[in-house]
């Protein structure tokens, strides 16, 4: 057989091998994949005597590193990736008959999905900070309709190198390759995760423009919407990149509707807006509707933002998505049993969901233990205060010594169902912690964010359960980190607790600030301000065991200021048991005993109705305000009444035999061992007196 006749064999055979591999690729069975291509490569010269081989080469290297990609071995696949790139630098172009070449560069193998050398709508991204919103127009095609292309399209390599830089966690590395794929091959995939990865490395001015040119290409990509919200784009600013609403009258006069909460005088836009989907008149006009929904959430307009979730819900009934979102509307709003009913409904429409439930987690974790193992704020643990730690007011619930059957279920069915999810380990550390090991629970939070450094939830748990823990230092990187992600009042309040636990008072103050300026309207913010004074006031303004500038009058200055801060948050969410509870510290610190007192009977009459930690909490501040004016009788029956909610309040049990020793006579703050000893002595009085009796009346007799 001539040398002729054996070259054209093997080319056949090399490009029956080829057409096998794309063949396997396309079926996803990887480990074949991987065994044809390593053959496949071992077969070309590591060192292509021409450009010919060099071009065949560049083609096996590419489908070796789909094979790697699809197995998960994303560092063999990168150096894969990068070989062929090289490789394919070598080889000569591949001239074609339009402007656009597979993905792979030849016209027997398929394109890569979601990647395309050419995209008239292609964008420049900015690499530098000073132009980082930049846009480059759109730009027309190339006049002429034929030309040249290397074998394998290196776009998609690029492409490919930076998602395995981005499963390695190499976030520069991915940036640094993605950045160089030019405008015009920028596919929507390309543009998303330019986005992702420009948010991730805290370029947001890059990462906007990014999303709102994956929007413009494509205004279906919700999570792009979701995105610009979160990153402070108004609802108007989302809007204006989607198609024109086909009602313009509705879509203009959504906010004057969206004020009324329950949707009052909608009920015939909500008619029409159930029909939309089937009748196909608007197809965008629910986009305009999330996209507002998003913007008003993030702007904690909690009314506003509910009202068009509600729209959405009336548009696609039953949608877990949508119910998750308005959870966490009533969840930033302070309306946890509103939230908790919207969560339980999403599970109900779909029993495997996950997003979201590690929220739901932290809702039953907090507000909804079973009955006979309720617990009001541990003492011990937290330092007494109802917020948390000792110095909130706001932001964290009651917890629980023991989990919840609805607690256990939930956290069961996500581990099942989801392992490999940040929102299922999240939840099994708030379990966990519900159980009493702190630690434990920690190191589930900690597994959890090292899952998705971007989840939300996993750094305020991580955070939270480091403050448990006594880590406070741990608990500012993880709660900076959760604000960096998304400003929820939960972060700004777990960086508060954080900074006032290590006496950094200006930072803690800052941080409230930044809270109030953030979400104005919201009952959180106020109370963090009255936070920050009340320990202040403590403290003396200068941390721990810092003497008070100015004296009393110093001190009672910032007593005023937190009291004027917790009466405007009250103001925003009367329910807030935490508030109450530190107001009327604040006024019986000012001497206004009889104020604190009545702000406590109203507010367990009213509010704590639903909530046996609140109950148990409250009545134990109102015993001690009530022994501070040595109203004794009425202090030991409020603390009984937390001992019959809860028999295990170590606050209760305290409260009971402070005032005890108040009504003997006793020090109340005395040890235990002197008690023990007054009453012996006097126990031995009696009985001295009582013999003295006896022998006197024997001899009377």
Known sequence: MSALSRDSAGDMASTQQMRAMERLLAAEMWESAEALGGFLCSASPRLPPDAVASAERARHLALFGDALLGKGEHRRALNAFRQALSVNRLAPKVPTGNNLSSAMGTPETPATPGISPSTPGGMTTPRSSENAAAIVAPQPPPASSSSSSRPVDEASLKFKIGRCHLALRECRAALAELETIPARAR??????????????????????ACYKEVVRDCPFAVDAIAALAELGCLGEEIRALLPAD????????????????????????????????????????????????????????????ANHF???????????????????????????????????????????????????????????PDAGTSVAASDDADGGALGGFGVLSHGFGFGTNGPS???????????????ARAESWSAAALYWESRGDAEKALT????????????????????YLSLKCKRADAAVHAFKRALQLAPTTRSYAGL??????????????????ACARAAPNASAS????GDVEAYCARHGGGGHGGAARGGTSAAQGHRDRARRCYEQSLKLDPSCAGVVAALADAHASSGRSEAAAELLRRHLDTHAAHDAGAQVALHCRLGGVLAQSKQLADALGHYQSALAIYPESDE????????????????????????????????????????????GSDFMG
């Open 187 to 208: 596919t929507l995939p390309v543009t998303m995760t330019l986005a992702k990865t420009y948010r991730r490395t805290g370029y947001e001015r890059a990462a906007v």
């Open 246 to 305: 086909g009602n313009d009258d509705d879509a203009t006069g959504t906010s004057r509707d969206a004020m009324s909460v329950d949707g009052a005088g909608t009920d015939g836009h909500r008619e029409a807006r159930r029909e939309e989907p089937q009748g196909g008149s608007d197809p965008h006009g629910w986009l305009h509707h999330l996209a507002e929904a998003h913007g008003a959430a993030r702007s904690h307009a909690s009314d506003v933002a």
């Open 310 to 368: 509600r729209r959405l819900d009336d548009i696609f009934p039953d949608n877990p998505r949508v119910w998750c979102q308005l959870a966490r509307v009533h969840r930033d709003a302070g309306e946890v049993r509103e939230a908790a009913d919207c969560y339980r409904r999403c599970a109900r429409a779909d029993p495997c969901v996950v997003e979201g439930m590690d929220v739901f987690a932290s809702i039953l974790y907090e507000h909804f």
């Open 405 to 419: 059957v609805e607690l256990n279920v939930l956290v069961n069915n996500l581990l099942e169902n989801s392992p």
């Open 444 to 463: 589930y939070a900690e597994r959890s964010s090292d899952i998705d450094d971007q989840h939300v939830t996993a750094h305020v748990t991580k955070g």
């Open 496 to 513: 508060v607790a954080a900074y006032l636990i290590l006496g950094r008072v200006k930072e803690a103050t800052a941080t409230a600030k």
């Open 526 to 529: 106020h109370a963090l301000l």
């Open 652 to 695: 209760a049990r305290r409260g009971v035999s402070r005032v005890e020793r108040l009504m003997k006579g006793q020090d109340p703050d005395a040890p235990d061992e002197e008690v023990d000893d007054e009453e012996e002595e006097e126990d031995e009085e009696v009985e001295d007196a009582d013999a003295d009796g006896d022998d």
